[in-house]
């Protein structure tokens, strides 16, 4: 095929503006900028571990603070979110799963996900209180 | 017959033999119920301006030659009506992230050639000849394949794929739905050959699941479900190249 003597090609400037599906998706990716911000908060705390009982603790008191309260209710609605958009698209990217032959629809996958992940969470709130 | 309406239409138009950059241009089109998105530019191309060029054949959602954005919405002209939209204004331009030739008429060659490179028929594990008979196949395995056989390349997918839009390079959600589509097929064994398509970074891996190409499908393909299905067979296959490394893989 001969390609066409002169074309236009659009530029994809602010293409996030198009589609609100776009901006769903940014922010979907956007949240997992929280996740990590959690896990390096996570990872101070292991290094102030290692550092020593006056570190651990200067860790612990911020824990405290207003700001980190904050924090963690924004990671908290960042987890969230993250994981309720992600088990959405849980069943485009399993393998075909079919039970007695019959393939298993889609929001039945995504139940047991939520199903999983409320589970897991009770499980590991008990565990914590009991032992912490 | 139903009553008529008049709708403001207003089109992209690029002359490359004039124009440096698209404009626009509406029309007032008179509609009926019945009329579709691709009647009202048929209106405008028999009534009120002869030079506006657009792609169309079958007039039914079977040939997916007459794509187009309207509203920032990858549709079949065919497929959507004028009283859908009325009483507002909708705009009308070629499909997104595709080089303009002249007004809705864009440039396929790209995806021409991706669809070339994905292998995109049956590659038998010996040659067969007519005297070997048909090569039968149970309703269970035509079902492994036969939703992502429908696809018509109507490109509504590329125009709703903005990592296609960012990278050219991406072999993209048809290319990619119709490559699941043969390496499901039980009649094929040509997954080997097609697994470099799949591997690379252009490959499945440029996906990142935007999802959208999946919601504006006229025929219910999914390709976002092919692409991310590849990426475990992707790291399958990576893996096992590292376990046997003088055996499998590609």
Known sequence: MTPAPKTYVRPMNRWWMRHPAYRRYLLREGTSVMVAAYALFLLAGMVCLVLGETAFNLWRGFLQSPVSVIFHLAALAAFAFHAWTWFKVMPLTTPPIRFRGQPVPDRMIFRAALWAWGIASVALLVLAMRFL | ?250
């Open chain 2, 1 to 250: 017959m139903s009553q008529t309406r008049t709708i403001m239409i207003e089109c992209l138009r690029y002359d490359p033999e004039q124009d440096q950059a698209p404009h626009y241009r509406t029309y007032e089109v008179p509609f009926t119920d019945e009329m579709s998105v691709l009647e009202g530019l048929q209106y405008i191309k028999d009534h009120l301006d002869g030079s506006l060029t657009f792609r169309w054949s079958c007039r039914m959602a079977i040939c997916g030659s007459c794509g187009c954005m309207v509203n920032h919405q990858p549709i079949l002209s065919c497929q959507s009506f004028l009283r859908d939209y009325y009483p507002a204004r909708i705009r009308v331009e070629p499909l997104e992230h595709f080089p303009i030739v002249k007004d809705l008429v864009i440039d396929q060659s790209d995806f021409l050639g991706k669809l070339e490179s994905v292998t995109p028929y049956l590659v038998p594990a010996q040659p067969l000849t007519p005297e070997d008979g048909p090569n039968l196949q149970t309703p269970r395995q035509i079902e492994d394949y036969l939703g992502y056989a429908q696809c018509i390349n109507c490109l509504l997918c590329y125009a709703a794929c903005p990592q296609y839009g960012l990278n050219h390079e991406f072999t993209g959600p048809a290319a990619l739905a119709l490559l699941a589509r043969y390496n499901a097929d039980s009649r094929d064994a040509g997954q080997k050959t097609r697994m470099a398509v799949v591997n690379a970074e252009e490959g499945v891996w440029g996906c990142t699941l935007v999802g959208l190409c999946s919601e504006v499908c006229p025929k219910h393909v999914d390709p976002a479900r092919a692409i991310n299905r590849n990426k475990i067979n992707s790291t399958q296959d990576y893996f096992l190249r590292f376990l046997m490394p003088f055996g499998r893989g590609s």
